[in-house]
């Protein structure tokens, strides 16, 4: 399993950035797809997570309506549109993967790290004010 990250950066409040994450080694469909971060000094925080097989989603409460993730199962890629960014969306964020059996959904585990097996790099959100 090989999870890679890119669309970090630089960004002003109240600016946008989205998020990839290039998935391989695995049955795409067959898996949750999460976004987590964090952040110097704080705890790994689940961000959102997608079912690939239904496109089912997770939002943790503080990026709700701010954030929206997909997934382009024909290329295996995740993405996280980010709007709205405040100085505290500001965290490395990482991408991780997992295999979810159909009954399970993924809103269930988006904040559970320890259900994810397999993680990216990550890639630095910094959000200036």
């Known amino acids: 399993v090989q999870l890679v990250e890119s669309g970090g950066g630089l960004v002003q409040a109240g600016g946008s950035l989205r998020l990839s994450c290039a998935a391989s080694?695995?049955?795409?469909?067959?898996?949750?797809i999460g976004w987590f971060r964090q952040a110097p000094g704080k705890e790994r925080e689940g961000v959102s997570c997608i079912s690939a097989s239904d496109g089912s989603t997770g939002y943790a409460d503080s990026v709700k309506g701010r954030f929206t993730i997909s997934s382009d199962n024909a290329k295996n890629m995740v993405y996280l549109q980010m709007n709205s960014l405040k100085p505290e969306d500001t965290a490395v964020y990482y991408c991780?993967?997992?295999?979810?059996?159909?009954?399970?959904?993924?809103?269930?585990?988006?904040?559970?790290?320890?259900?994810?097996?397999?993680w990216g790099q990550g890639t630095q959100v910094t959000v200036s004010s």
């Open positions: 991780a993967a997992e295999y979810i059996v159909p009954s399970l959904k993924c809103r269930t585990v988006v904040h559970d790290g320890a259900y994810f097996g397999s």
């Open positions: 080694g695995f049955t795409f469909d067959d898996y949750a």
